[in-house]
């Protein structure tokens, strides 16, 4: 549910690791192939794995996301003396219009996160999920059992205008990063969408002095709001030779690709130039 990058391949304690995730990675394409389906499939995998991966003929793909990163900052303000002057005024010109209209945010997390409050996010869920090219994909008894599980590692940012939720996000409260998934909304506000997201994320992510707050793929709107990209990775097996052969070839240009405007984009951050000097 979460694109988390981390371990694909587990090896239990005392085991010679080498060997087991190199066995595992051949048993996979053995369960692929004798179920006769046409490919098998390791999402968000961490380095490592992909290089076992790729050794037993998997194919490597890279992707980007965003992440921002705690630099030790103790303040928002800390955070934005870190980026340039022009970019410093027009994040703090973006988060005074996005709150106007008398909109107020409130964090919900642990025993803060009603049903009540479920619901409501449900609804912009919902939203956001059945407009063009969307598919909701969960259920609202989903909410309400993560909310019975793990509650106190589940932070809701709520937009209220008007004395009720229009707006809201949900994050994942992991031991040093919060993880963003859905937004959605029942009213449409400027820059709201960006406050919710991903400023109010950076203000938790320094008041609970969290390293990363990882937003997700897509979107390089992040870079301005003070993401930066990094690149993920994943292995593919694709059994049939013909087709396997083909999606190496794309995936050999994608990487390619990849850097390229992973490195472009760096150029292009809302840092201050002086600071990595």
Request: charge should be neutral; proline fraction near 3%; glycine fraction near 10%.
């Given at each position: ?37 046409s ?21 490597h ?119 963003g998934?859905?937004?959605?909304c ?46 993920t ?45």
């Amino acid at each position: 549910f979460t694109p988390v990058t981390g371990p694909r391949l587990l090896v239990s304690k005392g085991q010679d690791a080498g060997a087991v995730k190199a066995g595992l990675a051949e048993g996979l394409k053995l369960v692929t192939d004798k179920l006769g389906v046409s490919s098998a499939h390791v999402t968000f995998a961490n380095e490592p794995d992909v290089a076992t991966l790729e050794a037993a003929g998997f194919l490597h793909r890279t992707d980007q996301q965003f992440h921002f990163f705690n630099e030790g900052f103790s303040t928002y303000d800390d955070f934005l003396a870190t980026l340039a002057s022009r970019k410093r005024k027009a994040m703090k010109k973006e988060r005074r219009e996005a709150l106007a209209d008398g909109i107020s945010i409130d964090w919900l997390t642990g025993k803060d996160i009603t049903e009540s409050a479920w619901d409501d996010f449900f609804a912009f869920y919902m939203d956001t999920g059945g407009r063009k090219w969307g598919r909701p994909y969960l259920n609202r008894q989903f909410f309400s059992l993560i909310g019975e599980r793990m509650a106190d590692d589940i932070l809701l940012v709520m937009a209220k205008r008007n004395g009720r939720y229009i707006a809201g996000a949900i994050n994942f409260i992991g031991s040093d990063a919060l993880y963003g998934r859905n937004w959605g909304c029942i009213e449409d506000h400027p820059f709201l969408h960006f406050e919710v997201c991903y400023h109010q994320a950076i203000d938790f992510a320094i008041e609970r002095k969290l390293k990363v707050v990882e937003a997700g793929a897509q979107g390089e709107h992040k870079l301005a709001r003070g993401y930066r990209p990094v690149t993920t990775h994943s292995a593919h097996y694709i059994s049939h030779p013909g087709l396997r052969n083909a999606v190496a070839d794309y995936l050999r240009r994608e990487r390619r690709e990849v850097q390229r405007m992973g490195e472009y984009l760096e150029e292009h951050t809302p840092f201050r130039k002086d600071l990595g000097e």
